[in-house]
């Protein structure tokens, strides 16, 4: 394990050893968590060493980087995000692979509560560019259903209605038509 400062958490070295275990497995996996500061200091400090020798020792033996990888962090697929997703984003960057926001304190106990996060993985600060995703349309409950009924029913006797005034207009039509003729005649 790597020298991670004087703080116990006050917890035993086998406990504290898998809580930092866990939480670099945690910030590999979903590239932020929110903790207390401590323990983020604690969690940054073992995370960078196994970075930077996975950067290291992937430039001459891939498959030794992997195990020594996975002899630290204990989880396979923490260890194929490191080196498919995070190692090819940073393998650049010389240190510094974390970034502590400080938020506001927790409720229960008033410890100082953080974002500890991976630094190239921030929307906010990468800026990346969003490609435009079409939208799809969203399941029409039965409210939706009944309503887009009502609506096509008002518009078929809309247009029933526009057809039977057109109907009586050309009756009437031919009925004017016909008085005059008929009127025609007699004359």
């Known amino acids: 394990?790597?020298?991670?400062?004087?703080?116990?958490?006050?917890?035993?070295?086998?406990?504290?050893?898998?809580?930092?275990?866990h939480g670099s497995n945690a910030l590999i996996k979903h590239k932020s968590i929110f903790t207390t500061k401590v323990k983020a200091k604690m969690i940054a400090r073992y995370l960078a060493p196994i970075i930077t020798k996975a950067r290291k020792y992937v430039e001459r033996?891939?498959?030794?980087?992997?195990r020594r990888a996975s002899s630290l962090l204990g989880d396979k697929k923490s260890v194929q995000m490191l080196f498919n997703d995070i190692l090819p984003k940073?393998?650049?960057?010389?240190?510094?692979?974390?970034r502590i926001i400080t938020l506001e304190n927790r409720p229960g106990d008033d410890k100082t509560r953080v974002l500890l996060e991976l630094v190239d993985y921030?929307?906010?600060?990468?800026?990346?560019?969003?490609?435009?995703?079409?939208?799809r349309s969203r399941k029409k409950n039965k409210h939706d259903l009944e309503i887009a009924d009502l609506n096509k029913q008002a518009k078929k006797t809309?247009?029933?209605?526009?057809?039977?005034?057109?109907?009586?207009?050309?009756q009437e039509q031919k009925n004017t038509s016909q008085v005059k003729k008929s009127e025609q005649h007699r004359s």
């Open 1 to 21: 394990m790597a020298n991670v400062g004087k703080s116990t958490l006050g917890c035993k070295s086998a406990h504290r050893k898998r809580l930092l275990i």
């Open 90 to 98: 940073i393998g650049d960057r010389r240190g510094g692979y974390t």
């Open 158 to 170: 809309e247009k029933n209605m526009t057809n039977t005034k057109e109907k009586l207009l050309n």
């Open 61 to 66: 033996d891939f498959l030794h980087a992997k």
């Open 122 to 135: 921030n929307a906010l600060y990468t800026r990346e560019v969003k490609t435009k995703t079409t939208r």
